[in-house]
């Protein structure tokens, strides 16, 4: 099993930056994931890490914008969030598939966190 747990969400005005952090626990994975979903919507992929080489993949609606990096010695997953829309309001979730797959499906991810909500608003 993987526990994931997120932290750093809040509230920022349009253009604004956040960082959302994953602390990662259990069993190692080959890949980690965010994942955002606003309330009524389908789950959207975001930004996926592997995480021994560090090769990301992004949705077409974060990158140049979005920076998903990892830290092995501490097992923890970062997204730098920059000049954040208000479309970019969700909760965002950390996940990880249970095999080796760079997959950027979120219905193939086993393992998520509980969630943490972004505010983008003026």
């Known amino acids: 099993q993987v526990q994931l747990v997120e932290s750093g969400g809040g509230q920022v005005q349009p253009g604004g930056s956040l960082t959302l952090s994953c602390s990662a626990s259990?069993?190692?994975?080959?890949?980690m994931a965010w994942v955002r979903q606003d309330p009524g919507k389908e789950r959207e992929f975001v930004a996926l890490?592997?995480?021994?080489?560090?090769?990301?993949y992004y949705a077409d609606s974060v990158k140049g914008r979005f920076t998903i990096s990892r830290d092995k010695p501490s097992n923890t997953m970062y997204l730098q969030m920059n000049n954040l829309r208000p479309e970019d309001t969700a909760f965002y979730y950390c996940?990880?598939?249970?095999?080796?797959?760079?997959?950027?499906?979120?219905?193939?991810?086993?393992?998520w966190g509980q969630g943490v909500q972004v505010i983008v608003s003026s």
């Open positions: 996940a990880a598939p249970a095999v080796t797959t760079e997959t950027q499906d979120p219905r193939n991810y086993d393992f």
């Open positions: 890490i592997t995480w021994n080489r560090g090769t990301t």
């Open positions: 259990g069993r190692s994975v080959y890949a």
